[in-house]
């Protein structure tokens, strides 16, 4: 994160500007994605993106990366620990973790309401338990602490020009792309960590289930019934965007180049699934390069009309009376 960043935020105390600082590494490792669309937003809301999303990512790493030592146990300690962490420095300001004090201080600076952690935290302890769900509305419950959650978190520091409520649909529906379309990506992986996010019912509706995930995975073979289902999963992903879409000029204009691209480059995954035949047992599919520089120089471009406008808007505004400013 550079100084600027940190300067034009209003964070100055020492400590605090190197606990965000870790946020940032987070999600720049974690999050190509969406790191590269953040460096859209103005210098002085990048730093609470980080705070949220590498406060995500931290408490997603707790539940995977204990495979494999000695259960569910160590795991629900680490969870246990950080949620009690997480309550203490979202009531006093204070903590010991320096991802959770930057976390406290973005939901401070931008009043967000501190249920969207707690079911967030929900949701990361079904993980520990979960391997994978019968139907897609337990599916979507999951996905209200997991996903949904992270755009209601965000909608406050990108602003909106509507009422708040208005957004709210679209900012949820937007956070469940996103992570629909990490799981239609990311299937054989998550196989390989014995879940399956895909719905049962989704899956025996053309006659798949885990096993024969399993074979595919195994033995590098397709099979259309899997290619069928996924097609399927495919579809509803991009009805989660469809629903989404209406919101993004709800946002601040200034706001709107980053979460666009966000929302092109994650689309594109899902267009990169379909153009590997739904091969994602077998390899991980990804945007190109070249489309990736493109949908980025797109957002450039946006973002300088965005002040452009901002900056001619602020100058030809008439002056605030004593009797308005009241």
Do not use: K
Request: contains cysteine.
């Amino acid at each position: 994160m550079t100084r600027h960043e940190l300067d034009a935020a209003g964070i100055h105390d020492p400590a605090l500007r190197a606990d965000y600082l870790r946020c940032r590494l987070l999600n720049a490792r974690h999050g190509r994605t969406y790191f590269l669309a953040t460096r859209l937003l103005p210098a002085a809301r990048r730093p609470a993106v980080h705070a949220l999303y590498g406060f995500a990512r931290w408490a997603d790493d707790i539940v995977d990366d204990f495979e494999g030592s000695g259960g569910t146990a160590p795991r629900a300690a680490c969870l246990d620990r950080l949620d009690a962490e997480l309550s203490r420095a979202l009531r006093t300001g204070r903590g010991d973790e320096p991802v959770v004090r930057a976390l406290a201080h973005t939901a401070a600076t931008y009043r967000i309401d501190h249920r969207h952690f707690t079911d967030f935290m929900a949701s990361m302890r079904t993980d520990l338990t979960v391997t994978d769900y019968p139907t897609f509305a337990e599916l979507r419950h999951y996905m209200h602490g997991s996903a949904a959650v992270i755009g209601l978190q965000m909608l406050p520091v990108l602003g909106h020009v509507v009422p708040r409520e208005d957004a709210e649909p679209h900012a949820a529906a937007l956070g469940v792309a996103f992570q629909l379309t990490n799981f239609l990506r990311d299937v054989g992986e998550d196989l390989d960590r014995g879940r399956i996010y895909l719905p049962a019912d989704l899956l025996a509706a053309h006659g798949v289930d885990r096993e024969h995930l399993w074979w595919s995975r195994r033995t590098g073979r397709p099979d259309r019934r899997i290619t069928a289902a996924l097609r399927d999963f495919a579809a509803l992903t991009r009805g989660y965007y469809r629903r989404a879409l209406p919101g993004i000029p709800m946002l601040d204009p200034v706001a709107r180049p980053c979460i666009r691209t966000a929302y092109v480059l994650y689309g594109g995954i899902v267009t990169a699934v379909e153009r590997d035949g739904y091969a994602v047992l077998h390899r991980r599919s990804a945007v190109r390069r070249r489309v990736r520089a493109a949908v980025a120089l797109d957002g450039l471009v946006r973002v300088g009309a965005a002040r452009l406008l901002a900056a001619r808007t602020a100058r030809t505004a008439p002056p605030v009376t004593v009797e308005e400013a009241a």
